[in-house]
């Protein structure tokens, strides 16, 4: 075993948003402060050409399953307070990795 890969997705819906730069202005400062608050990649994975939704993902390995675990809940609970938009659905997912 080498190790634990964790995975976090959030769809984010802001249906009083008009057009893509006004979408952006509210997704990336929230994408930008995840990288630098927390050890994690992030990407904005769907709904990139959507006015008023997209789908953003958090990814970050490291040995300990539970540590991942625990990151991934303080990532969620970041995306979910620092935005001016909902969170409609997220995943958690931790996987072990196979050498």
Known sequence: MLGYIGIY???????WVGNLKEKRALIRPVTERLKARFPVSVARLD???AHDWEV?????ISHDAQWLEGLLRNVAGFVA??????VTDETFEVM???G
Not at 56 to 60: D, R, W
């Open 9 to 15: 997705t959030a769809r984010l819906e802001m249906p």
């Open 81 to 86: 307070d620092n935005g001016e938009y909902r």
């Open 96 to 98: 072990e990795l196979e």
């Open 56 to 60: 953003i993902g958090a990814v970050s």
């Open 47 to 49: 709904g990139l050409d």
